[in-house]
C-alpha cells in the first residue's frame, strides 16, 4: 500500500477483555515496530520485528501483551485481559533495512486509539 | 542506553515568527530523524539527518555529529506547524530508536 494501515482506528473496550490491534506496513518494508504513546507523552518502545529474525520484545510491559508477524508482513498486537492503563494510542511504524539511500528511514502509520472501561 | 533531550518542551509562536528546536544525545548516532505529529496525532517524516544539513521549503534541520546535537529551523511559522516535534536517534548496531520527549509547538493566528 502506500503508507502504514493501522485499523480500527479507535477500539472501546472493557476491563478484562482482549484486544486485537492490526498494522499493515509498506510493501517491501522489511522491519516493522510497535509503540505505545500515552496522553501527553512520547513514544514508548514495544516490540520489533525485522524479516525472519526473532522478534526484540524487550519493551513489551507485560506478559498480557503479545504480537506476530504473518509472512513477514501484517502484524497483529493482541493485549490480553485489558486493564484501563492499557489506554493509549498504538502506532505502528515499518522501514527498510538495507543498504544505499533506504537508510532506515522509520514511516508511521495513524495509529488506534484504544480506550478500556 | 542511549539519552536524548530535547528543548524547549513548549513554545509558542506568533504567526510568521521563526523557531528553533534542538534535540541533544549522549552518544554517536548513525541514524536521526525528526518527526511532526499532527494535532490529530499523525506522525509524518520531516527529516533523515544524522549529520550535515538539508532544507525542505520552510523548514530546514542541522545536525553536528561530532558534538551530539540536531537543530530544527522553522521560518515563518503557518497556523498549521502546531503540534509535537519528536527526534529519534540510533546508535550502534541497534536498530531501535530513542525517541525524546518532544517539543509541543502552538502556532496562534
Known amino acids: 500500500g502506500a503508507g502504514v494501515s493501522q485499523s480500527p482506528s479507535n477500539k472501546v473496550t472493557e476491563k478484562g477483555k482482549d484486544v486485537e490491534l492490526r498494522c499493515d506496513p509498506i510493501s517491501g518494508h522489511t522491519a516493522l515496530y510497535w509503540y505505545r504513546q500515552s496522553l501527553g507523552q512520547g513514544l514508548e518502545f514495544l516490540i520489533y520485528f525485522q524479516g525472519n529474525s526473532a522478534p526484540d520484545k524487550s519493551g513489551l510491559p507485560s506478559d498480557r501483551f503479545s504480537a506476530e508477524r504473518t509472512g513477514g508482513s501484517v502484524s497483529t498486537l493482541t493485549i490480553q485481559r485489558t486493564q484501563q492503563e492499557d489506554s493509549a494510542v498504538y502506532l505502528c511504524?515499518?522501514?527498510?533495512?538495507?543498504?544505499?539511500?533506504?537508510?532506515?528511514?522509520?514511516?508511521f502509520g495513524a495509529g488506534t486509539r484504544l480506550s478500556v472501561l | 542506553g542511549i539519552q536524548v533531550e530535547q528543548s524547549p518542551p513548549d513554545l509558542i509562536l506568533q504567526e510568521g515568527a521563526n523557531s528553533t528546536l534542538r534535540c541533544n544525545f549522549s552518544?554517536?548516532?548513525?541514524?536521526l530523524q525528526w518527526f511532526h505529529q499532527n494535532p490529530w496525532g499523525q506522525l509524518i517524516n520531516l527529516f533523515y539527518?544524522?549529520?550535515g544539513t538539508k532544507q525542505n521549503g520552510r523548514l530546514s534541520a542541522t545536525t553536528v555529529a561530532t558534538e551530539r546535537y540536531s537543530l530544527l529551523y522553522i521560518s515563518s511559522s503557518q497556523t498549521t506547524d502546531s503540534g509535537v516535534y519528536f527526534c529519534?536517534?540510533?546508535?550502534?548496531?541497534?536498530?531501535?530508536?530513542?525517541f525524546g520527549r518532544g517539543t509541543s509547538l502552538i502556532v496562534h493566528p
Open positions: 539527518i544524522p549529520s
Open positions: 552518544d554517536s548516532v548513525n541514524n
Open positions: 529519534a536517534v540510533r546508535s550502534g548496531g541497534s536498530y531501535i530508536p530513542t
Open positions: 511504524a515499518s522501514s527498510f533495512l538495507g543498504g544505499g539511500k533506504a537508510k532506515n528511514i522509520q514511516y
